[in-house]
Every structure is written in structure tokens, then in C-alpha cells.
């Protein structure tokens, strides 16, 4: 499923706004063939095959899916490929990837694979002309900008790469800017501290951003509670909301995950110990579907697209 380069860099401002519906993105660590979840971008545990969670999510209304390979930078590879294949033949709404896109090169062969979007933060933050060269090449819509920031006693937030590892030094408020004006067609902003842990979303480092950005913005780390999303949307000024533990939860509630093939790499203790997952497993979040969350933010006045799912 190849995807042309688009000729010309989209005005910023034709994207931004709530006018559409808020989108709501299930999020996919991968490490080698099977679904991970960690806290803190660490810790990654198999939760199953990412196959699995894409179709559900897809039959259940999801906007979009973001892909991302959890060490890919770590082991400097993109092993997504094969899986994006397959996911695009079979789900017909926006795919994006990230982990392990190091040049304009690697961003054609996503596409070519079947992605829509391409989330580059490593690289970008290594060589940041290369927003500007895959936004001329392939079109600013096509490139996301990830920001992994974690908080400092100094009350600033800092970019870091490698799922959280690396420091960069960058202010993240100013990268985001820079990124903007090399041509990124949207951010997603990952708070570190608060990813996976369920205690909600860093609102005062999304609104920081959002406030400030012509183009959309996706708030990322820390979705424990429907009204997490509903606060990240009304206070954080959030264009679209990425979470992943209490969906993968709510699925592996009612999913036989331990019925699939796990001799890929992975920690599977914890699917073994839950006797194939539950939300038992997971005591400090909410688990909760698509369209039961697509239902709590329309009945509190936030407009869902896709809502025939819900």
C-alpha cells in the first residue's frame, strides 16, 4: 500500500481546531512481534499480539492507531514493517509509526508499507532539518514530531529520546516550536513521568504546548480515568488523545491472549500470572472501551467523531 509524496507543505492553520470531533488514538508499544506496556516507557510487559488489539480497536470505532517500537532507537532497527503490512490491509483508518525512523529514507519505506503518519523524535532531535526534508518530500500532514518530556525541579520540561532515556537538553516548549516551524504537521507530547502510572495526563505541559501551536495537538502518558481524557481535552486544549493501558486492560478482560504463540521476545510472567490478563491486573486504572469513553466525553459535551460506533 505505497503512499506518493505529496508535492507541496500544507498551510498549519487548515488542521487545527476541535471542529471535526476529537480523535481518540489507541496507542501500540511494540517490542519484536508482541504488544508491550511499561510505566514510564520502562518495564515492558507482552500483553499480546498486536494484530489482536488493532482489529478490536478498529471494530470499536478507534480515529486513528499510533504504532510505535519500543526500543527501535535502542537497538537502532524499525521492525514494524511485516505488521503494518498486514494492519493496513485489513483497517481502513490513519496508521502512524514511530521508533527507529533515522532519515527521509526510512520515512518513505513506512509509507510504502502502509502508514499514513510518521512520528520522528530521535532523529529529529539529532538532525532537525530532517522535519523540513520529510514535510517538503512527503507533506507536513504525513509528519508527527514526538516529544518524550519529563519535569525538572527547575519547574521546565525537557525533551528526552529513546523512549525517555536519553536527555537532550532541549526545553521541550521551545522544541515544540522549532519543530513547528521546520514544518511538522502535529506533535504528540508524551509525559514521561506520567505515562503508564494512570494518574492523568501532564495538563500544564499540553496546554504550555497547545496554547501556543497552529497545528494539532495529541496528549499522550498518564490515562487511568475517563474524566483524565475529558480534563487533558477541556483544560489541556488537547486536539486528539492517544492511551493504551486501560483499553489493552479492558480487551485482555475478556480476550484469551495466552492462547496465542509467545516464542518472539518478551516478558510474558505477567500475562501467565493473570491467567491471560484481567483489570484485576491493573488495580490503579479505570479500564474502559472505545465507545463507552466516546460515550462519557459526548454526554459531557465533547464532540466524538465516529460516533456511530459508540
Not at 508491550?36 to 488489539?53: A, D, S, T
Not at 475478556?254 to 491467567?275: M, S
Request: aromatic share 6%.
Amino acid at each position: 500500500m505505497p503512499r506518493e509524496p505529496a508535492s507541496t507543505v500544507p498551510d498549519h492553520d487548515s488542521s487545527k481546531g476541535h471542529g471535526v470531533g476529537i480523535r481518540i488514538i489507541p496507542r501500540l508499544d511494540i517490542k519484536g512481534p508482541n504488544l508491550v506496556k511499561g510505566i514510564h516507557l520502562e518495564g515492558l510487559r507482552v500483553l499480546g499480539k498486536p494484530e489482536q488489539f488493532a482489529r478490536y480497536y478498529y471494530d470499536q470505532g478507534a480515529d486513528e492507531l499510533f504504532y510505535m517500537d519500543a526500543v527501535a532507537s535502542l537497538y537502532e532497527r524499525n521492525g514494524l514493517a511485516e505488521i503494518i503490512r498486514r494492519t493496513a490491509e485489513e483497517i481502513r483508518i490513519p496508521l502512524t509509526v514511530g521508533g527507529g525512523i533515522r532519515s527521509v529514507d526510512d520515512v518513505r519505506q513506512a509509507l510504502r508499507c502502509g502508514a499514513d503518519k510518521v512520528a520522528i523524535n530521535t532523529a529529529a532531535i539529532a538532525r532537525p532539518a530532517m522535519i523540513r526534508e520529510a514535510a517538503e518530500s512527503f507533506g507536513s500532514s504525513t509528519i508527527i514530531v514526538s516529544i518524550e518530556a519529563i519535569r525538572h525541579p527547575d519547574g521546565r520540561w525537557y525533551a528526552y529520546t529513546d523512549c525517555g532515556r536519553n536527555e537532550t537538553g532541549r526545553d521541550a516548549i521551545e522544541w515544540a516550536a522549532e519543530a513547528i516551524d521546520l514544518g511538522a504537521g502535529e506533535l504528540v507530547v508524551t509525559s514521561v513521568d506520567r505515562e503508564g502510572t494512570g494518574k492523568g495526563y501532564d495538563i500544564e505541559l499540553t496546554r504550555r504546548i497547545a496554547e501556543s501551536a497552529p497545528i494539532p495537538v495529541i496528549a499522550c502518558g498518564g490515562a487511568g480515568q475517563k474524566e483524565h481524557v475529558q480534563q487533558v481535552i477541556e483544560e489541556g486544549r488537547a486536539d486528539a488523545v492517544s492511551l493504551a493501558s486501560s483499553l489493552h486492560y479492558h480487551f485482555l478482560s475478556q480476550y484469551d491472549a495466552l492462547a496465542e504463540d509467545y516464542r518472539g521476545e518478551g516478558n510474558t510472567e505477567f500475562l501467565r500470572k493473570q491467567g491471560g490478563g484481567s483489570a484485576a491486573a491493573a488495580k490503579h486504572l479505570s479500564c474502559f472501551s472505545l465507545p463507552e469513553l466516546k460515550s462519557f466525553l459526548t454526554s459531557n459535551g465533547i464532540d466524538c467523531r465516529c460516533l456511530e460506533y459508540a
